[in-house]
């Protein structure tokens, strides 16, 4: 019989603790009750109608807008008590986003892009031209490296959002319908590349979409309708 281990690693925590989530624009209520702990490395699917709270929820997540109660822990911290200067630096090194519309610089290259949130960083040249190569080698990106986004197909661009997003070594990526403006096998091909990165970094994924394919990369799949979350634990535990 093998020894228990005398230093176990420690667990680490949840990247994302969230507890009654709620906020509401005026006399309506965009998202309510809303609860749920995110494992560190695991994935999910949301899906559910236009309307139900999906981006804001995605969006309170990220800390660019700010639930009206709850409260959301990311690996421990409570983000909604942080200043400003502290939430832009975990969306620099921690939580990536991408979005439908790709939102890449367009006075800067492939290369410049995906090289950008490392700028931010104090990583030595050196390093930082070869997480680029490698990022790039990664999407199948290198034969566009000094194209401006412009240039570049739908796909591409995402592809470039991808590895931009990815290149810091995020705990958690929050992709927003990233396959929306893409063709079918686009589509697939973008979803097929973060699904293969995401669990080679072992990166958290929440993953909205209004596509049933699409949520089935996710290890769990949860459905929000009038600003409430089904499918995930607390919900199965009737809280
Ligand atoms: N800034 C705002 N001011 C007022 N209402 C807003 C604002 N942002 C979102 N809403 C409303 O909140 C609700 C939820 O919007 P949200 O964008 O989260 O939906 P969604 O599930 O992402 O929809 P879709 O699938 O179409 O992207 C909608 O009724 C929307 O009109
Ligand atoms: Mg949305």
């Known amino acids: 019989m093998s020894r228990p281990d005398p230093n176990p690693s420690p667990k680490p925590p949840p990247v994302y603790q969230v507890r009654d989530l709620g906020k509401r624009y005026g006399a309506v209520r965009v998202m309510q009750a809303i609860s749920f702990d995110l494992a560190a490395g695991a994935t999910v699917a949301i899906t559910g109608p236009s309307g139900s709270g999906k981006s804001t929820l995605l969006h309170c997540l990220g800390g660019v807008d700010r639930p009206d109660e709850g409260l959301v822990a990311f690996e421990g911290q409570d983000l ?47 390093e930082r031209r070869r997480r680029v190569k490698e990022m790039m080698a990664a999407v199948g990106i290198e034969h566009r490296a000094h194209a401006y986004p ?48 995401i669990h080679q970094h072992a990166t958290a994924l929440i993953l909205v979409t209004h596509s049933q394919e699409a949520a089935s990369i996710c290890q769990q799949q949860w459905v929000m309708e009038d600003g409430r979350l089904s499918g995930n634990s607390s919900s199965r535990a009737g809280r």
Do not use: C, H, W
Not at 88 to 104: G, N, V
């Open 80 to 126: 909604l008590s942080m200043q400003n200067e502290s939430i832009a630096a975990l969306r620099r090194k921690k939580i990536a986003s991408i979005f439908q519309f790709f939102y890449l610089l367009p006075t800067l290259t492939v290369e410049e892009n995906i090289q950008f949130p490392l700028l931010l960083k104090e990583d030595p040249p050196t």
């Open 150 to 197: 412009s240039e570049l197909s739908g796909g591409e661009q995402q592809r470039v959002a991808i590895a931009r997003a990815l290149i810091v070594s995020p705990s958690v990526v929050l992709a927003d319908e990233p396959t929306g403006n893409l063709d079918r096998r686009n589509g697939e091909i973008v979803l097929e590349l973060m699904q293969r990165l």
